[in-house]
């Protein structure tokens, strides 16, 4: 065996070490996408099925790196740092994205909210004094 075998055979065992860790990197990164995507274009988002998804890839991604760390050296570990800031890219404008979802959230809350006191009110008291016992 030469050198050059040693060394081929050396990288094709890190890429089969490596490959689970960046299959679940690039799962993570399609369902953060996903969920974004559908964020920012006012789509349905059923929450609670992303929300399992992102589980089950870091549940992955977890189980995965735990692996390669078992089978490759700090060096070869360094090569997934190009997808991980990628990932954390992603994250981020996820984070944007879930951020803005929830503030419309809360002032469509607060509209209805308001609306609904306005509609209960009587004008005679609001419904805080009703409330509060001091209207009576």
């Keep these: ?14 890429d089969q070490a490596l490959e689970p860790v960046y299959s679940a990197i690039q799962r993570l990164e399609s369902v953060i996408d996903h969920e ?8 349905t988002v059923d ?3 992303i929300s399992a998804s992102k589980s089950r890839g870091l ?6 790196l735990g692996k390669a ?7 070869a570990l360094k090569t997934l740092q190009p997808l991980l800031e990628s990932l954390r890219r992603k994250l981020d404008r996820n984070c944007d994205a879930l951020k803005l979802h929830l ?9 209805i909210r308001d609306a609904l ?17 001091s209207g009576a």
Excluded at 1 to 14: A, F, G, P, S, V
Excluded at 36 to 43: E, R
Excluded at 69 to 75: H, P, Y
């Design 1 to 14: 065996m030469t050198i050059n075998d040693t060394k081929t055979n050396e990288i094709q065992r890190l």
């Design 36 to 43: 974004t995507d559908l964020l920012l274009d006012g789509s």
């Design 47 to 49: 929450l609670k099925e």
């Design 59 to 64: 549940r992955d991604f977890n189980k995965a």
């Design 69 to 75: 760390t078992k089978i490759v050296d700090q060096g």
């Design 103 to 111: 503030r419309a959230v809360s002032e469509l809350t607060g509209i």
């Design 117 to 133: 006191e306005t509609h209960e009110a009587d004008g005679t008291y609001t419904v805080e004094q009703l409330r509060s016992g």
